[in-house]
Each structure stands twice: as C-alpha cells, then as structure tokens.
C-alpha cells in the first residue's frame, strides 16, 4: 500500500515536473496514458512503467498525487483520476503484413489507422518524417491503446524504410489517384507486402510512388477522395 503522505501535493514537485516534460514531448521510451483502460493494456503488453492516481489502486510503482496535481499533468478535459508512463513495446514482425504512413500529420487520422491496422492483422507500422507522433496524447486516445500491439517505426526516412522492406521481401502498395489500378482488380497479396497511404492534402511523396511496386485506387462516385483514415481502412480490410 502507498502511504497517504506520500502523497504529491505540489505541481513543481521534481517528479511532476519530469511528468510535464514527458507530456510536451513523448517518445517510445515515455509517454503518458490515461484511465484504466489504457493502463490495463500497457500493463499487459509488459509497457507501464509507474502510475500516478486519486487513491489506492492494484497498479505497479503507484504514487498518490492531488487532483490539482493530476489535472495539471492530464490531457483530457475531465481527468480519470488515474495517470500511467508507458513505453513502446518491443514486438518483431510475424504476420508479414506492413502499414505505411507518409507524412500522415493529424493525430486522429493516425490514431484511427493504428487502431485499424492492429484490428487487420499489420503487426508493423512505418511513420515516415513529417507525421504525427504517435505517442502524443490525441493519438494515444484515437487508437484506443493500438500501439501496444503494434512494432512501431517513427519518424523513417523513406529511402531506408524501402530498402529494409525491399530486402525482406516487401511487395509495396502505393494508394493513390492518378495513374493507379482499381483496387477490385488486385489480386489478394500471397507474400509480404507494405501498404502505404499519404499526407491528407499531398498525397504520397512523389520519390515513395516511384519507389511502390503497384499503385491502387478505390473506387469511388460522386466524390474525389476519402479521409485518409476512412481510405486506410478500406484498403486494409480488402488487401
């Protein structure tokens, strides 16, 4: 049990100010989670490594702290009582299936896409430079925890990722609008293979199309394109 008196009161108390360090910057080695729901998951893929909360709770290295200190740290609007510091989880790749996001910058969409991916079975996701973090607290609760599942890639340069992926085998799928093959007409992948979706005003990187063995496009009418995070999802389902 934590002691009571040991609980944190001051909002520049040294381990609090570490905890807002964390927050302005996040990484794969630290960032914050919030509620029982993500803790639970990050305890469960062996990633939490201490937690900050209202009361006694059944969670490692616990510290107590005021709601004054807890709602200055939280994101949310109404803090859950209940603060983890997490790391990104060590998984290697063994489904053979990859996701590729090219400068994808708004959280949610990103959030939304590894929540996906991890529901599709890509166990691996590149973030090329340029894309939204996916340790900062929007993307964190946009993919619902996803990233404990995942074997995450951040902040790759193009050039090496294609070459990793080239030698292992990667077959790339590029989703684009011009020049592209109707993704009806694809065949379902037999070996590995990498799906790469864009930046949401841009598209993908002209030299990353160049480097993608085929290009497809979904089908669509009445509109030209689809939020990325909407386009991803279909085109994860049907690969």
């Known amino acids: 049990m934590t002691n009571s008196k040991d609980r944190i009161t001051s909002r520049t108390n040294p381990r609090i100010k570490a905890l807002l360090d964390i927050k302005k910057e996040p990484n794969a080695d630290a960032f914050l989670i919030e509620g029982k729901h993500l803790c639970d998951m990050a305890l469960e893929a062996g990633c939490l490594k201490e937690t900050f909360a209202l009361e006694e709770m059944d969670y490692p290295n616990l510290t107590l702290v005021s709601r004054d200190v807890l709602e200055k740290v939280a994101s949310s609007f109404t803090p859950s009582g209940l603060i983890g510091v997490a790391k990104a989880p060590s998984y290697k790749h063994k489904n053979k299936k990859a996701l590729v996001l090219d400068r994808v910058q708004d959280p949610g969409n990103v959030g939304t896409l590894l929540r996906t991916a991890l ?30 599942g995942l074997e995450i890639h951040y902040g790759v340069e193009i050039d090496a990722m294609v070459k990793e992926l080239k030698a ?11 020049n592209a093959k109707p993704l009806k007409e694809i065949a379902h992948p037999e070996g590995s293979f990498a799906l790469i979706v864009g930046n949401e005003g841009q598209g993908i990187s002209p030299s990353l199309l160049e480097l993608s063995d085929t290009i ?16 991803g999802g279909i085109l994860m389902y049907q690969l």
């Open 216 to 231: 497809i496009k979904i089908e669509m009418e009445g509109i030209e394109s689809l939020n990325v995070g909407v386009a």
């Open 168 to 178: 292992r085998g990667y077959s790339l799928y590029a989703s684009a609008l011009r």
């Open 119 to 148: 529901a599709f079975g890509y166990d691996e996701v590149f973030l090329t430079k340029g894309s939204a973090s996916p340790y900062s607290f929007k993307t964190i609760a946009s993919s619902q925890g996803a990233l404990f």
